[in-house]
């Protein structure tokens, strides 16, 4: 065995390898001399395991959490197997995969995959897995072709030849203790409902979105409410209905929908805090400015001194300044204002995204500000890529006295481009 690598996001992931070599399960030595590739689950070893009985019962974060460790010992590694479900380089044919790769050492999954015809064979052995004690906990069954193209033809993302049919979702009943309204950058207004703590599947669930700010308004729900909570795709909480509503009914303070747009909330007034946050969130990360060590707990912490009254008043903090501010030390605060200052020397284009300027299609930005800020919504929609809507929005940006204050700011700052 040369390497073992986690799936990360799906192009790069984590060096396993060390770690790899502590579990048995994982065979160090082919039985035959050859080079292979090989993808598959490490699972977390169960006894009789049934899902729809017991649920996942945390078992992907032990395995997860195990692996993210310095040193994995024995102990913990020998409850750790290994479920090799492709191959890329080996036979075209399924069987004749599974055979080739049980002889060299791996362990056998044939008892775990079986060919179907039609629908109501795949969903007979779906309902039989879900059903069935496992060495292993499972959140569906994978439908595939019994062949698939060349390895040469592989890319890191979700194949044509195979699809992943979940189990049926489980549902609980929550009861709603806040309501809280979170506003984005541009301005969505997005209700977000604090749970009593329940459990669903092996999750501990405290918070749901309520999905859009209309939705919201349809099921007028308020503390004391008793929701229906499901995992869309057996992870992420999702609310499926009001079950039963409380005889009181709490005032809220709702915030009015039309008082927030894209160019809203540049400053951190009251009822501006959650907008201004996210546009300082957004400025600071990997599609703005893209700076080091610095997010949203970091803009929380500035926010709390009162340091910050506009987007770009970070500009002008120093080392020692940051160091004087409670939650942050010497060496974070010199990392910090690091930070700042390689923002400084950021590309006029990424500066413009990190203000929040709508996209702009194919339309090059080398231009300087005064240049921009000169086109007509008529110019901006003979752009490439640039309908009228988009044009016009282009237009108020470049027009709003928020930004052309943000732009003298950053004119006075030596900021390339302004």
Known sequence: MQQAISRGDGVSGQDWTSSARNIKAIPQRLTQPLDLLVQGELYWQLNEHVQARSGSVNARATVAGLMARKNLEAEQAAGIGLFVWDWPQGSAQLP???????KLGFATIEPYSHPVTDFAAA???????YRSPLPFATDGVVLRQRQRPPAERWQAHAPYWAIAWKYP????????RR???????????TPVLELKSVTLDDREIKRVSAGSFKRWQELDIRPGDQVAISLAGLTIPRLDSVVLRATARTDLNIPHADDFHALSCWQPTPGCESQFLARLTWLSGKQG???????????????ETGRLNNLLDWLTLDAQELANIAGFGERSSVRLTHSFHSARQQPFARWLKALGLPPTGQAQLTDSWQA????????????????P????????FFRDPQVLAL?????????DGF
């Not at 004749?96 to 049980?102: P, S, Y």
């Not at 000169?374 to 110019?379: A, L, M, P, S, V």
């Not at 809507?389 to 108020?396: C, F, P």
């Open 123 to 129: 969903r007979k052995w779906r309902d039989h897995w």
């Open 407 to 415: 732009s003298e700011t950053l004119q006075a700052a030596g900021i």
């Open 289 to 303: 400015l893209a700076m080091q060590h610095v997010g949203r707990g970091t803009w929380e912490k500035l926010l």
């Open 389 to 396: 809507g988009r044009a016009a929005q282009l237009s108020a």
């Open 169 to 176: 979702f489980a549902q609980a009943l929550a009861e709603v």
């Open 372 to 387: 921009l800020a000169q086109r007509d919504t008529e110019q901006w929609q003979a752009e490439a890529g640039i309908g």
């Open 96 to 102: 004749e995969r599974i055979a080739t790769l049980t």
């Open 179 to 189: 309501v809280n309204f979170k506003v984005g950058r541009t301005g969505r207004i």
